[in-house]
């Protein structure tokens, strides 16, 4: 077995992949998060809606999307999915950067149901007496939510969803069964061209990690700074 | 749909068994299983090493613990794949190299449950064993660990379903679980892909969503039975009450 030579995987063709990679990870992180976060928003506000139908709807869509694994939805949604399209919308989806789109709703769809359960409880963990002061003092069921009951759960729930980003961080990497082209793919690719797992797998686990550690040490900052009140 | 499931619903719950190995449902569930049994003294010793007194001990598993959950499982699977030809001496095949990845991986994470479990008894209990004359290992083993492992119970549930979810990560390396069994369907029939991939999740959230609805149930009695044992503060008497359940 040839000797560990980390510096090939420090400049040179297979360098320039590796970090392709890692901009294509962050990048589908980040395009979940805007995304997954106004829509847990939405499913947590569904899950505790006065209207009994909402709440039916909120829970299945949270149960329906968690009991799944994240690999199943991704290939429904590049596989499945466009089978339901006409065929020429569908080769051109095919034909162009079809698998990072799939990948970002399959991943938005998965991490907002996560997300949507975390800011339920921070949600439920203010008294109900505050939303009820709320609306004795006239605001509707919207206001006295954004004015009232959400700034409160904020300081509950971030930490959570902090977590929350990490596993998005981490499930990034399941993209690439389908081919999007991210950190796990360009390991990958580099370990079949020059036969240098250690070398390759060394790269990616560390920018998984540096990743990581920054996102637990941005929790552990908010901890710090806006500890949670007890009420 | 129905014709669908009519014929390839053997092959899909075992894949080409009793002709060829084991495969599909059948194979997710056995390797869940058999990674959660087998992770299991490993996150118990992790754990405990987790609130050891001693730092050499404490240190390297903390370290251990922040590198694994840092990663996606799938490194893991990557680096399993990489170094156990080297370890056995031999190719591995598919099923042992995610056996080990999710040993491996769910160990650390059931050790953060044994951590929080053993945390989560009140600290009386711990400082009343070792006022008994216990050591630290018997107050452990005999008044600590039966508090903490039985309200682990329903995170041990959950850690299951997350384990049947981890294991279609198979398909990445080609273990014939459900998931590539699945993908193997859709390439046969070829033009509907929708329905099989529907069908397949349809069949993880009725495995996950009925385990989840164990562990759920499981919580209700254990929340239950907690408000007797803080009816009564003295340690005597629950430890009591467990010796002859």
Known sequence: MPRFDLALMLHGQYHDWLVTGLFVSLKLAAVVFVFALPLA??????????????????MVYVEGIRNVPLLAHLLFWYFGAPELLPDAVKERLYAGNFEFIAGAIALTLYTAAYMAEDIRSGIRAIPVVQFEAGRALGFGFLATMRRIVLPQALRITVPPLISQTLNLWKDT????????????????????????????????????????????????????RFPVRTI | MIDLIHTYWLYFLVGQYPNGPLGGLALTVLLAALALVLALPIGLLLGL????????????????????????????????????????????????????????FDGVYLAEIVRAGIQGVPRGQFEAARALGLGYPRAMQRVILPQALRSMLPSLVNQFIS??????LGYIIGLTEASFIAAQINTQVFTRATQVYL??????????FGLSRIAHL?????????PVRAARPSAAVPLANESNA
Do not use: D, N
């Not at chain 2, 730092?55 to 990557?78: C, E, N, Q, S, Y």
């Open chain 1, 173 to 224: 990497s399941i993209a690439t069964v389908i081919g999007v082209a991210e950190m796990m793919y360009q390991a990958a690719r580099v370990e079949s061209a020059s036969f240098r797992s250690a070398e390759a797998f060394a790269f990616a686990t560390a920018a998984y990690l540096t990743v990581s550690l920054a996102i637990t040490g941005l929790a552990a900052w908010y901890h710090r």
């Open chain 2, 218 to 226: 499981l919580e209700r009695r254990l929340a239950r039975r907690a």
């Open chain 1, 41 to 58: 928003i939405a499913i947590a506000l569904l899950r505790l809606a006065p209207l009994r139908v909402l709440r039916a709807l909120g």
């Open chain 2, 49 to 104: 090493a987790r609130v050891s007194p001693f730092r050499a001990v404490r240190w390297p598993v903390t370290a251990l613990v922040h590198v694994v959950r840092g990663i996606p499982l799938l490194m893991v699977i990557f680096w399993a794949y990489f170094f156990l030809p080297g370890v056995t001496g031999h190719q591995t095949g598919q099923f042992s190299t995610m056996l080990m990845a999710l040993v491996v």
């Open chain 2, 163 to 168: 384990t049947i979810k981890e294991t279609s």
């Open chain 2, 199 to 208: 069908l397949l999740g349809l069949t993880y959230f009725v495995l996950c």
